[in-house]
């Protein structure tokens, strides 16, 4: 928001210097977060502790930049582009050469009945370059041009620092005072201010100057809301109906007639291009000034386009929502097909405008306009927002809207208008209003006490002293003893009721007191109990886990689109049975719908990262999320993905294996995971799904519950996904079902103190024997003299025997009470082959 400092001015006295107002209205939560001065001197020594304001702008020197006035234009004699240019700068005469387009129109006519007041640059004032692109300095230097000397200019609002316009001078209006230093007649400063949504209420000229009265102490001057009704009444010549409360609370309409288009006068122009809008005529200005004034968007109609559409009958004006099928052209040109949640403004010929974000075409208004029929309305700022979002369209009475205005703005708005054209553009206004308000907003009232500001703020204010504060910022107050009743002024959405508008009003305390003078205090209330959150901390465990056995986490967009989601299924797989939860506003068009997957958003940072890095090795926990039948919101089931791919160990100076990784380096990073959990162990089980190599795919089992799936993926996924030439493995589980097999406590043993005793022993048994199963058959046999069982070896190979492998595996036999013997390991050794043959008919490997 762009609060010219003169604009401020017809509403507050300021009393400060423009820096330590910026410096107050940031404290207040109203961040400044550039001062740009037109004209005014830039003030030295601005800064305000460690977080300075930026400044930029252009000074106007008093003695070479002054208001001049134009007695006549002339023909340049060698140049047809140029005119010269007879001026009076209040001392004496110059002839001033100019390209303006804008002076044309008066070239060759002979001394002007009316002189032209303009900006006057003389010999060796300092300006912007208007023909360069940026803000480039430069100094007015003695040269000729075209054989004509010049040494001075009309300046254009570009090389005064106003705006980008270069195309033609300003042409001051007619009460300019000649001679006199334009910094003193219309210099400037700008404050660029952070509007935060809490603050919407401040998105208006006026909206600031209440919150600089109430900071410091100055009177607020209210603009008057006075129509000089001069025409026929409007009662009878437009009909006014809304069709739903919710989404249009009110709708006001006035009337104007035998309006002159043209522009505006230069003070208003000025006034809109520093407040950073466009100015285009005298009726759309108006209602774009008054907007930026009080916060009120306004739309105007042109009253014989609607008259015409209704047959030469009065115009039904209805706000209702879209006919199926509906389509409008707004003033952009854009052809819009209507979403079912648009409010319309509409008559009985169809849509005029979207309500609150942009007018149609057919009714604007053009330079044959003459009748204005001037809208103000209060919206549902939800429905605005969707609006917005759906047909990607910004403006700035959409940025109000979907704020919230107040809908007491809407009749000040409308008689404010009609004022403003009445003044620029002439015509009559027509007596009363069209005000249909079907739903009354109320204006909550709050309850507070001195010592509510005690235990929320840490300062003690008294009651008296706490109603001066809040009728500062015009809230009516009572104060009932060491009660205080503050109703909310008819301008503000922002305070809540109960426990929430008591906050709000701590808040507008604090504010006004200054947030840089409450002081530091210790909590006074007792501490809540604390409770630990287990499963968090669960979840934690396996974060640091899997980060210690070399993965990353990444996070990733829980917002996707089926038809990423589908990229993880091979070609011909049915596609997902379960119905997505769809976004009613979705922000892209590829992010419309929550996922149910985590293994497809990691697949697409494989694709992303694959080119870049030789291995990956990436997890994720987070959410999914699946439709629940008869139930308003998704059921949410926590997964764990994991993704790897590419060299098994990082390249690097010390030499690294190149191999690539397989699923058994997958297999033991869940091992490892459930080790540091003190899972009991898992078993490996031949598992099936989509998205997996068949017979590359095992299923996670604990304790007969299923943990996931992990394997290496699909082959054909490599054409769906760029992946690495390298095998992809994954593994996705189910998270939940992971944290609640971790047990509460585990049992901790000492380091043993007696030597251990280790041997190889080398096997040989049937294909079909998994290795999971061997180990087991070994620690059975062992017991508790059976510290460690490890696999290290596979072999295949005719010595075998067809339909036979070898299996080696490391022994590790220990006792925590004493050294074990040769007898006792033998017997033991003998004790394991024994069980080896009878269970699974192994024999020892020769």
């Not at 209440?210 to 437009?238: D, F, H, M, N, Q």
């Not at 409450?518 to 640091?544: C, F, Y």
């Amino acid at each position: 928001m762009r609060v010219p400092i003169s604009w401020l001015k017809d509403f507050v006295d300021l009393t400060l210097d423009i820096p330590e107002l910026a410096h107050r209205l940031t404290l207040a939560g109203l961040e400044v977060e550039e001062m740009q001065f037109v004209g005014l001197p830039i003030p030295a020594g601005h800064a305000h502790g460690p977080h300075e304001t930026k400044v930029t702008g252009l000074s106007w020197d008093p003695a070479t930049i002054v208001v001049g006035e134009v007695l006549e234009v002339m023909p340049h004699p060698n140049a047809d582009r140029l005119v010269l240019c007879r001026l009076n700068d209040g001392v004496r005469e110059h002839t001033v050469l100019t390209g303006a387009p804008n002076l044309f129109p008066f070239k060759g006519k002979g001394p002007l009945p009316m002189p032209i007041k303009v900006a006057y640059a003389r010999e060796g004032a300092q300006l912007y370059d208007g023909h360069k692109p940026g803000a480039e300095l430069m100094t007015l230097k003695r040269s000729k041009i075209r054989g004509v000397e010049s040494y001075s200019m009309a300046c254009s609002e570009k090389e005064l620092g106003i705006s980008d316009e270069h195309e033609g001078i300003i042409l001051l209006d007619a009460d300019a005072p000649v001679g006199m230093p334009l910094a003193e007649y219309m210099g400037d400063a700008v404050l660029e201010i952070n509007i935060t949504p809490n603050m919407a209420r401040n998105a208006n000229i006026l909206g600031v100057a209440r919150e600089v009265a109430a900071l410091t102490g100055a009177a607020l001057k209210l603009p008057s809301y006075e129509v000089g009704w001069t025409g026929a009444p409007i009662a009878g010549r437009v009909s006014l109906v809304i069709q739903d409360p919710e989404l249009n609370p009110r709708f006001v309409l006035g009337l104007i007639e035998g309006v002159s288009i043209g522009e505006s006068p230069y003070w208003v122009q000025r006034r809109l291009r520093l407040a950073g809008m466009r100015p285009i005529n005298t009726i759309v200005d108006a209602t774009n000034y008054v907007m930026l004034e009080i916060g009120e968007p306004l739309h105007a109609f042109d009253f014989d386009v609607l008259r015409s559409r209704a047959g030469g009958k009065a115009p039904a004006i209805r706000t209702r929502l879209p006919e199926p099928g509906e389509r409008l052209t707004t003033l952009d040109g854009v052809e819009r097909a209507l979403s079912d949640f648009n409010v319309l403004v509409a008559d009985s010929a169809g849509a005029l405008s979207i309500a609150g974000v942009m007018g149609g075409a057919e009714s604007e208004v053009s330079a044959a306009t003459r009748n204005v029929l001037l809208e103000g309305a209060a919206w549902n700022f939800i429905n605005i927002r969707r609006t917005l979002a759906a047909h990607n369209l910004s403006s700035e009475a959409g940025y109000r809207f979907s704020r919230g205005v107040h809908p007491a703005m809407a009749e000040r708005g409308v008689r404010r208008g009609l004022a403003l054209m009445q003044k620029l553009a002439g015509g009559t206004v027509a007596e009363g209003l069209l005000d249909d308000y079907p739903k009354p907003f109320e204006q909550p009232v709050v309850e507070i006490t001195s010592q509510d500001t005690q235990r929320w703020l840490g300062i003690r204010l008294e009651t008296p002293e706490l109603a001066d504060l809040l009728r500062t910022l015009e809230f009516e107050v009572a104060v009932k003893g060491e009660t205080l009743q503050a109703r909310v002024p008819d301008h503000r959405l922002d305070i809540g009721t109960g426990i929430v508008g008591k906050a709000d009003l701590m808040e507008e305390v604090a504010r006004l007191y200054g947030y840089d003078r409450i002081p530091e205090t210790m909590i006074s209330d007792p501490l809540p109990p604390q409770r630990g959150n287990p499963d968090l901390a669960r979840e934690e465990m396996v974060r640091d886990a899997l980060v210690r056995l070399g993965l990353q986490e990444v996070i990733t967009y829980r917002l996707t689109s089926s038809e990423r989601e589908a990229r993880r299924l091979p070609e011909g797989t049915p596609a997902d049975p379960m119905p997505y939860i769809q976004l009613a506003n979705p922000m892209v068009a590829d992010r419309v719908v929550m996922r149910h997957s985590l293994l497809a958003s990691l697949l697409e940072v494989v694709e992303r990262n694959a080119r870049l890095r030789d291995r990956l090795a990436i997890f994720e926990i987070g959410p999914v999320f699946l439709a629940a039948e008869d139930e308003p919101l998704p059921r949410e089931s926590s997964r764990l993905g994991i993704v790897m791919s590419g060299r098994r160990e990082a390249a690097s100076w010390q030499g690294s294996a190149a191999s690539a990784l397989d699923v058994y380096d997958l297999k033991g990073i869940i091992e490892g995971l459930l080790q540091a959990l003190h899972v009991p162990e898992a078993e490996f089980e031949f598992g099936e799904q989509p998205s997996f190599h068949p017979g590359k795919c095992a299923r996670v089992v604990v304790g007969g519950q299923m943990l996931g799936i992990l394997g290496e993926l699909h082959p054909s996924l490599r054409q769906r996904y760029e992946l690495p030439e390298t095998a992809v493995i994954a593994a996705d589980l189910d998270m939940d079902a992971l944290l609640r097999v971790i047990p509460p406590r585990h049992n901790v043993t000492p380091t043993p103190a007696f030597p251990p005793v280790l041997e190889d022993l080398a096997i040989v048994v049937e294909e079909g024997i998994p290795a999971a199963g061997v180990e087991e058959v070994l620690r059975q046999a062992g017991g508790a003299l059976l510290a460690e069982v490890r696999l290290f070896d596979l072999y295949r190979g005719e010595a075998m025997g067809a339909g036979k492998k070898s299996l080696a595996y490391g022994l590790t036999y220990q006792a925590a009470d004493r050294t074990l013997t040769d007898t006792e390991v033998a017997a033991l050794r003998r004790t394991i082959v024994r069980a080896l043959a009878e269970k699974l008919g192994a024999v020892l490997r020769a």
